[in-house]
């Protein structure tokens, strides 16, 4: 059986949807919650598939959150091996961190919502092609430089670096393409802090555009992480 170790942040924000297209692919999924496993101790390339999970905190914010340290030498090792890793919001902006881009709080502010993506030429010839005219889900506040030598796959415009692909196996998303709409109820729990305070934003809203959006992406979510997979991980 194929193996994935996810790299959790926060209990809520897990592989949602994504855990059930690893599980037609034939992977047993381990979790290690970052704030209090020993990341030190992980042999980050055993397993088959790593994926690195969003949070609410800074990619930068070892000084406050020490466990980045051995979180990111464990993904560095990923990518100097050429492992497949997937990168999720937060993880999204390790990854590129890792890879010598700057990450840092977005200009521009909060993205917070449903949008639709602009697919470069690469993205358009990528997984993420499956996504294409579909809206999802954005949550974060910092923004990442693109690695030298990555992929722009694409973009918001709110966010220009949406999606990287580095080699052949490493993907970082700064979007959701994992979250369902059941999921996402308990997003609006522990996030109802950050969303009260954020002007023209209520757990409402976001609920009613969770209604419109989410049956799309959860099946073109789906299908665009099951393509990178199939690739990846044959």
């Known amino acids: 059986m194929k193996t994935c170790v996810a790299i959790r942040h926060l209990a809520f924000e897990d592989l949602d949807l994504l855990e059930g297209v690893l599980a037609k692919r034939g992977f047993s999924v381990r979790y290690l919650e970052a704030p209090t496993d ?75 919502g449903w949008s639709a993506l602009s ?3 690469a993205g358009e010839n990528s997984p993420l092609a499956e996504l294409q005219g579909a809206a999802v889900l954005h949550w974060h506040g910092d923004t990442f430089d693109l690695p030298h030598g990555a992929d722009l796959l694409a973009s918001t415009p709110v966010t220009p670096n949406q999606a990287f692909a580095w080699g052949q196996r ?30 023209d934003l209520s757990v409402g809203q976001l609920r009613a555009e969770t209604a419109r959006h989410a049956p799309v992406i959860e099946k073109k979510g789906a299908a665009a992480l099951g393509r990178w997979l199939d690739q990846v991980c044959a």
Request: aromatic share 6%.
């Open 38 to 112: 020993d990341l030190a101790a992980l042999d980050a390339l055993a397993p088959d598939l790593m994926v690195v999970l969003g949070g609410p905190l800074g990619a930068y914010d070892e000084e406050s959150f020490p466990f980045l340290l051995p979180e990111m030498k464990a993904v560095e090792s990923r990518l100097r091996a050429d492992r497949p890793i997937l990168g999720l919001c937060l993880g999204a902006q390790i990854m590129a961190r890792v890879l010598g881009a700057k990450v840092y709080p977005n200009p521009a502010g909060k993205e917070i």
């Open 119 to 121: 697919l470069t030429e």
């Open 170 to 199: 490493a993907l970082g998303l700064q979007f959701h393409a994992e979250v369902s709409g059941r999921g996402l109820e308990r997003w609006f729990v522990g996030h109802l802090g950050e969303i009260s305070a954020q002007p």
